[in-house]
């Protein structure tokens, strides 16, 4: 060790600490989209490939060594967009706000943001007044709140209907909540691919339905022609939800020890 420190060099230290900062960097960036969770399984096939060269496994090797090399081109293609925005965050802010990480999180109190989305939800769909709520999971949404207008506020069914309502510029689009909080709305949402979905599904459900597919978020959406409550997730349509049932519903998935969570709800899944 003291022989290792002996021929340690000042260009050494300042090369340690630029590896660290780009790895940050790119962690700061990958943790804050969907891009999560490709890298996530890039690793796992690194571990089996690693794991077949050392049992002498050559074909599956060779197969998983020729998916990587090729998975790489594929990320840059597929992330173009963010890489972009990446890029242009980086010309366009100082270097303190850059590596800024947001651990600033607030505890989730579940139950009391169910219960305001549950309020606002009854009164959006009374008054037929169309909504598109995004919960996010585990999987970060950074990219689609870029997209929106940041708003970083409490959770209140008196905000809610009044971000969808039609007269505010804040209605078109999705709003999304974070942590507790709705952190941006206007955000746009990729449509579905799906061409087996009914016809009576506009926009605003294509959309719930396309980023459920990608991401482990749960949609709740509210139509402004009938008024029919609906929920996103894992690319399914859950449709004519009752206020209670949507209560038990977001119980089940947001606060699991909830009192309001009860086996059996059954409910019809169009996919």
Known sequence: ??????????????????????????????????????????????????????????????????????????????????????????????????????????????????????????????????????????TKLGDIISTGIDLDSLITSELLINIFSKQTPLHDGAVVIRDGRITAATCLLPLTLNQNLSKDLGTRHRAAIGVSESTDCVVIVTSEETGIISVARNGSLTRNLSVSTLEKMLSSILDPDSKNVKKGVKNEVEK
């Open 1 to 138: 060790m003291l022989s290792l420190l002996s021929t340690l060099r000042i260009q050494d230290l300042f090369d340690v600490i630029i590896v660290a900062v780009l790895i940050y960097i790119l962690l700061k960036f990958i943790r804050e989209t969907r891009a999560l969770v490709i890298v996530e399984g890039i690793l796992v096939l690194i571990i089996v490939q690693q794991i077949s060269q050392f049992f002498g496994l050559y074909t599956l090797n060779y197969i998983l060594k020729g998916c990587l090399q090729f998975g790489i081109i594929a990320i840059i293609i597929i992330f173009q967009p963010e890489i972009r925005r990446a890029l242009e965050r980086m010309g366009n802010t100082t270097f303190s706000n850059f590596l800024r990480f947001n651990f600033n999180k607030s505890s989730v109190e579940a139950e009391q943001t169910i219960t305001e989305i549950c309020n606002a939800v009854s009164n959006m769909a009374k008054h037929r007044t169309g909504s598109l709520i995004v919960l996010e999971q585990n």
